[in-house]
């Protein structure tokens, strides 16, 4: 999750989910200030449950929504059929990886579209775009494929799952009719959601956690771990030209704290 997508606009994008971030906050203390104010308990009894439901989305709800997302994007989106070159090719890049995130079983899949981009989520749902597989080695797309189940496997998908659905309209929604809070989602409302998981951007602390999930996944596995390196520079390349994410992680840092981690390794 949060790679680049090979639109010319990634600023625009990057600037509107800031812009919605800073709003949503705002907008939750706002309404949390007049609803304490007002004298009414009724008011004050929803306006806790809505928050409380908010904050604590259960590991099934998590697992539901993940699922439901996964499913909503896949039926979006052009699938690489099992014999293509595309779906062979991860399938041979993959040996050796994790069959199992959390205890949950993976399925590895390739999107066909020119985007850069590749994400994981919480029920193993692990997709990858063929426009990264394009422009990557094998060694390459397995660093990013590693780093993905670690956002998973560290619990940052999760949250970001919770910021997205406590982002969402639907939240009020589902809290005032009293259902699970996934079952009273619409299509559009997970739909939404799942658009927010691909495109969520991660701490710099986060993103660096993923990539040493990775160099030791490929450790333990004696994969080669130099492709996380010569990923990150490639992805660096297609960031130049973009000045927002020099406030985001930078990938030519994060390739040489890799090389760091092998030669301290040696
Ligand atoms: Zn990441």
Known sequence: MKVFTSSQFPNARLLAITALSAALLSACSNSGTTQV??????????????????????DADVMQLSEKSCAELDGKSK??????KYALRLAKVIKGMPKEVNGVTISYKVYETKDVNAWAMNNGCVRVYSGLMDMMTDDEVRGVVGHEIGHVALGHSKKA???????????????????????????SDIGAIAEKLV??????????????????????????????????????KLGDSNSMLSSHPSSSGRAQHIRDRIAAKK
């Open 161 to 187: 799952m919770q910021v997205a659905y406590a982002a969402g309209a639907a939240r009020q929604a589902a809290a005032a009719s009293g259902n699970s809070a996934v079952a009273a989602l619409s299509s």
């Open 199 to 236: 495109n969520a951007q991660f701490s710099q602390a986060q993103e660096t956690e993923a990539d040493d999930y990775s160099f030791d996944l490929l450790t333990a596995a004696k994969l080669k771990r130099e492709g996380l390196i010569t990923a990150f520079e490639k992805l660096a």
């Open 79 to 84: 699938i690489a059929a099992p014999k293509s």
């Open 37 to 58: 104010s007002a004298a009414n308990t009724e008011g004050l009894i929803t306006a806790g449950k809505s928050a409380v439901q908010a904050a604590t989305l259960s």
